[in-house]
């Protein structure tokens, strides 16, 4: 079965991945900048529905190459989502375009046995092959790919060369414009499960922008329940018919 995992950043997205029944929510805040590590409320809130909860700790936006401070911080932040309820984390970091082997250790060892993704800081490795059997034999639960493009379903051949490579022992899930227009497609190439985050704007009360990267509509983004029930609907019934 290909498995959805939903990104949620809000309340309302909760909600709505409890009431559709989906597989797994990936839980930050910030989405719009690639999401940002959520607060502890937050991944209470989701803890509380029932739907497993996979935590992105990032401790900013930009990069994913972090000084010891910044490491030290996410190690911290992976240890308190379990504490407030996460099932799992998702997480990444580099070094010099490989994967901060010592970072991945100390993140698996934090997790204390909940499953680690590794998020699309992988896309920015320099060779994929040799990235995806370094994070198996750390421990590493899932990766989290694109297959290196800007969208998964620009990169299927790779897809299904990672899940080739990855016999089982590590699961592969494709994110990056994973639309109810295209998941048929993207599923076909085996992967474990897709990561969505079908979302839509809600138009806000306008007012004093605040933030340099705010406009002044007063927007935001949340979960379109119609577009995450036909995300689910597709691959619910193409397994059916397997």
Do not use: W
């Amino acid at each position: 079965m290909t498995a959805l995992e939903l990104a949620v950043q809000d309340a309302a997205g909760i909600r709505v991945a409890a009431e559709l029944g989906v597989d797994r929510i990936e839980l930050c805040s910030a989405l719009s900048l690639g999401g940002l590590t959520p607060s502890a409320g937050l991944i209470a809130a989701a803890a509380d529905s029932g739907i497993p909860t996979h935590v992105l700790v990032r401790p900013r936006a930009g990069d994913f190459e972090y000084d010891d401070a910044e490491r030290a911080v996410i190690v911290d932040d992976v240890r308190r989502a379990c504490l407030h309820g996460a099932t799992g984390v998702v997480v990444g970091g580099l070094r010099d375009g490989r994967v901060d082997e010592a970072l991945m250790s100390r993140i698996v060892a934090a997790a204390d046995g909940a499953p680690v993704t590794f998020h699309r800081a992988f896309d920015n490795l320099s060779d994929l092959d040799a990235g995806l059997d370094r994070l198996t034999a750390l421990g590493v639960t899932r990766v989290l790919t694109s297959g290196g493009a800007a969208r998964a379903e620009e990169a299927l051949p790779v897809l299904a060369r990672l899940v080739s490579r990855a016999d089982h022992d590590i699961e592969i899930m494709a994110g990056s414009g994973v639309r109810s227009d295209n998941v048929e497609r993207i599923a076909a190439t085996g992967v474990d499960a897709v990561h969505a985050s079908a979302k839509r704007t809600v138009t806000g009360r306008p007012g004093v922008a605040l933030g340099s990267a705010a406009t002044d509509g007063g927007g935001y983004e949340t979960v379109d329940a119609d577009e995450a029930r036909r995300l689910l609907g597709i691959l619910r019934s193409t397994e059916e018919a397997r």
